[in-house]
């Protein structure tokens, strides 16, 4: 059983990061009697002097509601290799690190983030530092899990913002386009959309044609309704063209996705004549208050962890699965990035209640006066 253990938060910060911190003192300190040093600034600050401090009851009191995280958190930095360099490079980083760990008598790791830092924690595992990982992104992106934290948040965030773009888009007879985060997946704008009511949701994992969503625009102007709401995931792209970025990145700093909401404003405005606007929601889907799920889910997966850290189980991650939590290896969790199954259900039940994916087989179905069930797995609604 450890006697002293550390607690990491790396990556994007999300809602409920501070609440696992409290569950995981609380459960660590009064159930196993065990010591928790908070490791500040990720990985990095486990480097150098380190960054470190014990964190006692009275260091998480009142912490459940609060955004962000009180250890500070960082992308990549000292742990990523540059671009063409053998990953052997970072052998010393590691060892630093683990030498570090070994001096400040830590000896095990709950490591809070997603896919790039349960990386890092995989490897210190690996190499001989007990690791337990606990999924964190808004992305709710990562495998084995049904949910990560801070994605039920992200979502009200951008439910609401719909719901606020619908009035002043009937009041004026406009399009508004929400460009919503998630990476590479289209999940907060799927299920916010559907949340919304929007009338168009753009996703990475279905491809789109920019005449089948004016299509769906125009159609909804024939039939009287003279306002649409278009949600549009940071990472969707327009069949035949790239993903937009508004930063490449580099070996140190991740590549920013940004700017298909301002490119579907200009191409709409074009195809429709129709007056168009763009929000883009950015980090307010992931500053403030988690919401009561996330608050639940943070504090059932930092309790969680440590129980199975007590029971000796390591290299592994708490994951929500049918409601219950289990653990699974890291490295199965961060294999595959976890899609939007293009035909899966909730797709399905988006098309059945009129909303468009803009994929441009839709685009003749959105002519139609009446359903038509023409194309392989698309209903389509007139
Ligand atoms: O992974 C979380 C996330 O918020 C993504 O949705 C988004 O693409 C990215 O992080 C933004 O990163 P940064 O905080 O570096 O701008």
Known sequence: MYKRIGIITGGGDAPGLNAVIRAVVKTAVCEHAMEV????????????????????????RGLLPRGGTILGTRNRGKFSAPAGADKSSLDDVYREAIENVERLGIEGLIVVGGEGTLGLA?????????????????????????????????????????????????????????????RHTGWIALHSG???????????????????????VTSRDQSGSNFSIIVVAEGATEVGHEQIYQDKGDAYHAARLGGIGVYCRVKLEELTGK????????????????????????????????????????????????????????????????????NGQLVQTARDTGISFGSPQEAKCHLQAEPLDVFTSIQCKG
């Open 37 to 60: 040093i908070g490791v500040e600034d990720g990985f990095e600050g486990l480097l150098g002097e380190t960054r470190t401090r014990e964190l006692t009851f009275a260091d998480v």
């Open 122 to 182: 995989a490897q210190f595992d690996r190499l001989g530092l007990p690791v337990m990982g606990v999924p964190k992104t808004i992305d709710n992106d990562l495998a084995c899990t049904e949910l990560t934290f801070g994605f039920a948040t992200a979502l009200d965030i951008a439910t609401e913002a719909l719901d606020r773009l619908h009035t002043t888009a009937e009041s004026h007879d406009r399009v508004m386009i929400l460009e919503v985060m998630g």
């Open 194 to 216: 559907i949340a919304g009511g929007a009338d168009v949701i753009l996703i990475p994992e279905i491809g789109f044609s920019m005449e089948s969503v004016a299509e769906k």
């Open 275 to 342: 007056e168009t606007r763009c929000v883009v929601l950015g980090h307010l889907q992931r500053g403030g208050r988690p919401n009561a799920f996330d608050r639940m889910l943070a504090t059932n997966f930092g309790a969680c962890a440590v129980r199975a850290f007590a029971k000796g189980e390591h290299g592994v991650m708490v994951a929500l699965q049918a409601a219950d939590v289990v653990t699974v290896p890291i490295s199965e969790a961060i294999a595959n990035t976890k899609i939007v199954p293009p």
